[in-house]
């Protein structure tokens, strides 16, 4: 089993940054990939981004250039920094785990860019 502990939305102005922080325990050994996912109202879950081990990354394409996902190997955190925040980014963001047996989910956490 895996626990994620999610922290780090809120409401930020266009143009705005946020950190997004997971921490995971438990059966952390097995762990292959960690990520982030968002949902909008009215839309399917869709990925952000995600970091597999040994540090390869992938973000989605309109994510780019703003966004960075890191993780801190030491701390068993995955983190989401997100600048140049647009409207369009607002939706609830999902920490995704991905082990050898199954995916794990975070609570998620509201992000909100709004004027």
Known sequence: QVQLVESGGGLVQPGGS?????AASGS???IVTMGWYRQAPGKQRELVAAIINGGNTNYRDSVKGRFTISRDNAKNTVYLQMNSLKPEDTAVYYCNVETVHRGYWGQG???TVSS
């Open 18 to 22: 946020l950190r997004l922080s997971c």
């Open 28 to 30: 952390i050994f097995s």
């Open 109 to 111: 956490t509201q992000v």
